[in-house]
């Protein structure tokens, strides 16, 4: 059978529960997830003065074909974004502004630099989000940034932050969406520390002056991520989850929270209920940890699903910015893209296929045996040609074909680079 003949199959076994497809792909289609450009080229950046990978971040592989330029980038994001289904957001570090072979240290980064990329969005109808970039830096070589002891390395990381704030502006105003501007930090220590508060009370004065910085809040959106340690903060990170939490709902902030940065049994799935009860709005980026914070590519596992189901189970589609955050150097990386992306829409396409208001309903009647039951019947309904038919009504390949599209590009494009 067709696509459209398995779906029509398919569809008529959701409908029985009430489900309406249509609407769930008229909901799926206005939900951008914000797709991080550092895949790509591992995390290395353009600067003129490219610093060694730091911050307790590592990435592991050297398959062939890494973007080395502005434009090898935006190309290879072009060929996943034509892969997957629906319009999305690109998420940009600092370390990506092209400052044309000019030195420009990151306190000095103004919107000028980031042009291309606005110019670019704006022709591929995209919107933009950014991190300021505080690892892979002589200032940050010692692992503090925001809670230094020393106020003249608070103050260089102190501008910095604001000018990526204002940078986060520029997107808004010339691309007509907010731009999220997300803080994150690697401060911290290898071993236990004797003073724990002072460093977060540096924190804490170095994000007060970040964020009385005149930005337009409806330009651009502030966030703060937590995480539980890095190589070389094995022991104490200063901006713990707690310490975001309680900073970002006490200041009207967005607390970011993400999947790698817990501990291994720790489950952002269930964070997001508690969180949008006290928050209008969250900020996750959507990883999966290998036993650490390995950032592998997110996959359609438990997890993930669950993640889909909180959001969606809540009503929180326009509540809770969707970022992507993993690198692997080991597979081709708009392969990476390109699948962790469709994992990401397929979870909450899943979801939306879930008759959550009785499975609700089930939970609030006590009969667990019922909502036991349709959980797993459901898993193996047939999301997968609904899913087929989602993909070519939104003009990308369905199913695997996509791969072949990618090893084209591999042949014609990623093996002539040196990288």
Sequence with gaps: MS???????????????????????EKLKNVPISIHCWQGDDIGGFEVDQQELSGGIDVTGDYPGKATTPEELR????????????????????????????????????PTHFENWVQWAKEHDLGLDFNPTLFSHPKAADGLTLAHPDKEIRDFWIEHCIKSRKIGEYFGKELGQPALTNIWIPDGYKDIPSDRLTPRKRLKESLDEIFAADVDESLNIDAVESKLFGIGSEAYVVGSHEFYMGYALKNNKLCLLDSGHYHPTEVVSNKISAMLLFSDRLALHVSRPVRW???????????????????????ALDKVMIGLDFFDASI??????????????????????????HLKQLQETGNFTDRLALFEEF???????????????????????????????EKKVLSKRNS
């Design 75 to 110: 190309s290879d994001l072009e060929k996943a974004l034509s892969l997957i289904p629906g319009k999305h957001k690109i998420n940009l570090h600092a370390i990506y502004a092209e400052t044309d072979g000019k030195l420009v240290d990151r306190n000095e980064l103004e």
């Design 332 to 357: 081709n990386r708009v392969a990476a893209w390109t699948i962790g992306t469709r994992n990401m829409i397929k979870s909450l396409l899943y979801a939306l296929l879930l008759p959550n208001d």
């Design 379 to 409: 898993k193996t309904y047939p999301f997968g040609a609904i899913w087929d038919y989602y993909c070519e009504q939104m003009g990308v390949p369905a199913q695997e074909k996509w791969l072949e599209e990618v090893k084209d590009y």
């Design 3 to 25: 696509v459209k003949e398995n779906f029509e199959v398919a569809k008529k076994q959701y409908e029985k529960w009430g489900i309406s497809v249509e609407e769930a792909f």
């Design 293 to 315: 914070d390995s950032d592998h590519v997110i996959i359609l596992d438990d997890e993930l699903r669950e993640i889909g189901l909180e959001i969606v189970r809540n009503d």
